[in-house]
Structure formats: structure tokens, C-alpha cells
């Protein structure tokens, strides 16, 4: 037995040894290559030939560069009813270089010079950089009549030396794309954005931080190919270790142990000290005075071109940010009212107004689709004085949505209990309890209580002197994007038919004489120029408007025809200087935006 035992350990020895010497060898790695990032967008191959069709080869690989990464600068609204630029350019100042913002984003950085960083020097009326604020970090916009927009300097891309040393890989977090993405505008490392790690990281580590982006699946769909919490060994054998060369982010210091991250639901998991794109947070920063937003937002406020007094309709208004750009321009003299499907999302307008003190809001719940109510033979007269949900008249209407957002919805109302009769009757203690969870039930996710929002039938037509439809689409303008495979001709298609639907419903609910400003925030002209099109051949008393200020390029003319013999038309010669495209490999480095105004005449012809 004995000495079958030492055979055995003899025969398992050899045997080892022989796999060692012939253990397969790996290709040698490039930490540059790996260790950087870099990242390609993958689009589906119909949509990629269309676009390709529509820009030229040359021109959609520019786009798409662009796209896999944020604007350089940050763009910031003031409130000019409560502040000045002057007044919030001297305390971001003070308040960034607290916080420890760098103010001269030149130091470390082998991007400084990038001419494709708009921010490093801000732009003027002509789209070309001013000079004369080059060295600034901050400072005010040169954009005729845009004095009230401020941008904040940031930098990128960065080249991050991540300690690489042979056989020995540092250690590594994986983030979601989504988080990556929010990373790149600025963003924290959150626990819920943390998928895998490396074993034995402890708070206080140094960590690379990397990102897990969506693959092809064998069903046909996209996915992450494992799951939360996955030990990372630093090898070849962890879940797409090939798949996230390139796709480094940053380098960071642990806020918990690995444990931690995946044992708590929330908070900072990781502090990046270290960015590939460093923009500042203006997370809690002079809240009411300034709000973030991409500069082609707050142009298609303006091209609205609101006046004070007027009835202005925002069809599909959440988050708010154009709600209450319109409210600002027009002093919060008039009336905004503000609609959204979703009644979280109203809420987040709500407070917004709130904050930024604007008392001309009245916020509605109201599917865009079904914005234009039926008139029957009563509410003629309701009908000729802008009547809402057919029985409210104009003057009715309450002057804030804030207002609609009761005592009783945030839970401090009185309620029944067994010392108070209701209708004669005795609430019991069970049905009292579950009114005060139906009345007080948040805060939610958004950090808002979950108030009443006031339902809307609908309003009649002619009702407004002015419609905003920032439309719901493709969102495929959005920076930083790093996945795109799950949008196709069929999707894209999709987007359009909504589009045109709650455009119909704009051009009805619009007064002749009036204004209708539409606007996107994709890259597709089948969202764009094809919508113009369908706008002009429809309705017959709407006409292109020149929009003020002037800043993006003009819009694509032409058509695409598809191969099952569809002909997609665009915009014909002579009208590509009215709208505005945004190209997001432009100097102008924004996200690519679309924006189309229309004159509305007299609607009988």
C-alpha cells in the first residue's frame, strides 16, 4: 500500500513538472494599450450604413470618436432673477478652488492643447474661440445675448500611469456603463454602480478603475456576462478581460472594503483622484442661482423667443430645465405650464421651480399624445377662453405647480382616527395607517415626497401663444456614450411615427400668429430633418422661422432611400440655414442637439 502511495506521488509530481514546462504562453501585454482609454462604439451595421450615408464615412468616425467622450467644459445657466455672471463666476471660484478643483486643468495633462476642447477657450458669436479668455478657467459666455451662461473649464483626455508591473496587475474595480458614463461628466463612484472587484481590497486602496460594457449574447440580445460581485483575479480567465482594453476611466482610492461595497446599498464606493476627463461636481453648489445645462438646451429656449404675459405649453418638460429657462427669459411673467406622462418626473419640475424660485410654472400629468382635448358643443365657450380640462377657465388656473402639491400629500394633514368621525363614522386604525402611507409616501428615489400631481384632460385648440416640443428620441446626441448596438432602423424608426403624433398635437394646440419650437437631443435625421419635412408638406400655414441666437451648423439636405424602396426626404435647398445642428465633432464640442422653429399662419388654408 505504501508503495503504491509513492508511486501515485511520484506519477503526480512528474506530471505537474510536465505541465509547467509546457504550459501554454501568453501573449505578451501592452499596458498602454490596455491600460488607457480608448473606446470604439459599436452600432448596429443597418444603422451604421444609414448614417454613413447621411454624414460620409469620414465624418461619422469623427461623430462617433466624439461621442465615447463629455464635452470639455461645463456649461451653467445663471438664475437671473436671483443672481448675476459676475456674482457666480467670483464664488464658483472661490467655492471650486475650496474644494480642491484645480484651476489651471494644463498642469498633468498631455491634452491641454487639444484644439477640439472648446472649453480651454470659449467660444464667441461666431463659434470661434476668444482668445482673450484662453487662460481663464471660468468665465462668461461671448454668445450675443448669452451673457447669462458661465463655463467652467475642465480637461482631458489624461494619461494615467495605473502601476502596472509585469505578473503583478493592480487592482481593479469594474463599474456599469451607466456609472462610467455619470464618471465621465464628473460623477462619484457609487455602491450601486460597482459590479466585480478584486479579491482583498481594503478601504484606503489604490484602485483602477475600469468599465464593463453591454456584449452580444448568444439569444441575440446584449448583456454584462457576470454577475455583481465578482471576485477579479487580475488575469486573462476574469470575465472580459480582453473586451475592457481601452476602457480604463480613472484611478481611485477605496471608500469601503470589498465587502462593504457589495454588503451596503449606497454610498461613495470609490473617491477618483485620478480622471481620464476631470470636470468639476456642482453637486449642492450655489443651489437657485445657477443650474447645469448643455449650451443647445438653453439656445432652444431662446429660439423660442418667449415674451412676458404669454401662455407658453413645455409638452414633454421633464426634468424642467427648459421650463425654466422660458420662465427666466420671461421674468416669471406670464404662464408656463409645464407637462410631463410621469408623475415622478412632474414632481422633479415641481421642485426645481421650487428651488430656483419661479412662480409662473403650473405643472400638469398629461401623456404628450393626448395633449389636444375634444370639443363638444358645451365647452364651445370654454373653448374661446383657453379652458382646461374643459371646465377650468385661464384665469382659474393656479399660478404655481408648487401650489397643486397639498399639505395633505406631504402627510401633514389631519386624519381620521377612532377620536374623529368621518361622515357619521369611525376610521378604523388599520384604515388609518393606510392613508397616511398612500398620503406620505416618500421620500422615494428621487429624493421627493410623493405628492398629488394634477391630472390633465387635455386643452383645446389655439389655447397657447407658444409650444415648446422637446421630444422624446433616440437620445443618440448624448455625451459620453459608450453603448449604442441595441438601437436599430426599427427603433430609430419607431422614435419618428411618436415624433410626428405629438407634433400634430403641438401644431392644433398652438394659436395662428403663434410659435412652435422643436428640438432633440440625437443625431438622427430621421428624427430631424425628416420631422421638418412631414411638418412643412402637412400643415400648409407653417413655415420655417429664423432663430436667434444663431450658433449651430446648418441642418442636412437631401434624403436616404432605403432598400425596400422607402425614400426618406430631408431638407430641401434654402432651408438648411433656418434650423440648427449641433455636431458633436464640431469645435463647438456640445452634445448633438437639433432645432427646428415654425411659424404658425392662418390655419384655414
Not at 437631443?521 to 421638418?532: D, F, K, R, S, Y
Not at 411638418?535 to 432605403?562: E, I, M, N, R, Y
Amino acid at each position: 500500500m505504501k508503495r503504491g502511495r509513492a508511486f501515485v506521488k511520484t506519477l503526480c509530481r512528474r506530471t505537474l513538472s510536465s505541465l509547467h514546462h509546457h504550459k501554454p504562453s501568453l501573449p505578451k501585454m501592452d499596458p498602454s494599450e490596455r491600460y488607457c482609454y480608448n473606446p470604439t462604439l459599436r452600432w448596429n451595421p443597418q444603422v451604421e450604413e444609414y448614417f454613413v450615408k447621411a454624414y460620409g464615412a469620414d465624418h461619422f468616425a469623427r461623430i462617433s470618436k466624439a461621442i465615447t467622450q463629455p464635452s470639455c467644459y461645463s456649461c451653467i445657466r445663471v438664475n437671473t432673477l436671483k443672481s448675476t455672471s459676475d456674482s457666480v463666476i467670483k464664488k464658483l471660484s472661490s467655492l471650486l478652488q475650496e474644494n480642491g478643483w484645480q484651476s489651471d486643468p494644463s498642469k498633468g495633462t498631455d491634452a491641454a492643447n487639444n484644439s477640439d476642447c472648446i472649453a480651454t477657450e470659449p467660444v464667441v458669436s461666431d463659434g470661434s474661440p476668444d482668445a482673450s479668455l484662453k487662460n481663464s478657467f471660468i468665465s462668461k459666455c461671448k454668445i450675443p445675448d448669452l451673457d447669462y451662461v458661465v463655463f467652467v473649464q475642465g480637461s482631458g483626455p489624461h494619461t494615467i500611469d495605473y502601476g502596472y508591473k509585469e505578473d503583478k496587475p493592480p487592482k481593479e474595480v469594474i463599474v456599469s456603463r451607466k456609472c462610467a458614463e455619470a464618471v465621465l461628466r464628473g460623477a462619484h463612484v457609487y455602491v450601486p454602480g460597482v459590479l466585480a472587484c478584486s479579491a482583498h481590497v481594503e478601504k484606503g486602496e489604490q484602485v483602477a478603475v475600469s468599465v464593463a460594457l453591454e456584449q452580444p449574447g448568444a439569444d441575440g440580445g446584449w448583456g454584462v456576462g457576470f454577475t455583481r460581485g465578482t471576485v477579479l483575479q487580475g488575469s486573462q480567465a476574469d470575465p472580459f478581460y480582453f473586451e475592457r482594453n481601452g476602457l480604463y476611466i480613472g484611478q481611485g482610492i477605496s471608500m469601503m472594503s470589498r465587502a462593504g461595497m457589495f454588503r451596503v446599498p449606497q454610498g461613495v464606493a470609490l473617491d477618483l483622484n485620478n480622471r481620464v476627463f476631470n470636470l468639476p461636481s456642482f453637486n449642492d453648489l450655489l443651489e437657485g442661482e445657477i443650474f447645469l445645462q448643455n449650451l443647445p438646451s438653453i439656445i432652444t429656449a431662446h429660439a423660442l423667443d418667449p415674451q412676458e404675459g404669454e401662455k407658453i405649453l413645455d409638452m414633454c418638460a421633464a426634468p424642467g430645465g427648459k421650463t425654466t429657462a422660458i420662465a427666466i427669459l420671461m421674468k416669471d411673467k406670464g404662464e408656463v405650464i409645464a407637462a410631463d406622462r410621469s408623475h415622478n418626473k412632474v414632481l422633479e419640475i415641481q421642485k426645481l421651480a421650487a428651488e430656483l424660485g419661479l412662480k409662473c410654472i403650473t405643472t400638469y400629468k398629461l401623456d404628450a399624445l393626448k395633449s389636444v382635448q375634444r370639443i363638444n358643443k358645451s365647452d364651445n365657450q370654454d373653448a374661446t377662453q383657453g379652458g382646461v380640462n374643459g371646465s377650468i377657465q385661464n384665469s382659474e388656473l393656479p399660478k404655481s405647480g408648487i401650489e397643486k402639491v397639498s399639505d395633505t400629500a406631504l402627510g401633514f394633514s389631519h386624519v381620521a382616527t377612532l377620536d374623529q368621525p368621518k361622515n357619521g363614522k369611525y376610521t378604523s386604525n388599520a384604515e388609518h395607517r393606510k392613508n397616511m402611507r398612500v398620503m406620505r409616501n416618500g421620500p422615494g428615489r428621487n429624493n421627493t415626497f410623493g405628492g398629488r400631481v394634477e391630472k390633465c384632460k387635455g386643452f383645446f385648440p389655439n389655447t397657447f401663444d407658444r409650444v415648446l416640443l422637446d421630444a422624446p428620441c433616440s437620445a443618440l446626441g448624448l455625451r459620453p456614450r459608450l453603448f449604442s448596438g441595441e438601437d436599430t432602423m426599427e427603433s430609430l424608426q419607431s422614435h419618428a411615427k411618436y415624433q410626428r403624433r405629438m407634433f400634430d398635437q403641438a401644431v392644433q394646440l398652438v394659436r395662428p400668429g403663434g410659435v412652435i419650437v422643436y428640438s432633440t437631443c440625437t443625431i438622427n435625421p430621421g428624427e430631424n430633418e425628416a420631422l421638418v419635412r412631414y411638418a412643412l408638406d402637412t400643415h400648409k400655414f407653417l413655415s420655417l422661422a429664423s432663430q436667434h441666437p444663431k450658433v449651430g451648423g446648418p441642418g442636412l439636405v437631401g434624403g436616404c432611400q432605403f432598400p425596400d424602396g422607402y425614400q426618406e426626404e430631408w431638407l430641401r435647398p434654402g432651408e438648411e440655414d433656418f434650423v440648427q445642428r449641433f455636431d458633436p465633432s464640431s469645435e463647438l464640442d456640445t452634445m448633438g442637439f437639433f432645432i427646428a422653429k415654425f411659424n404658425v399662419g392662418a390655419k384655414d388654408i
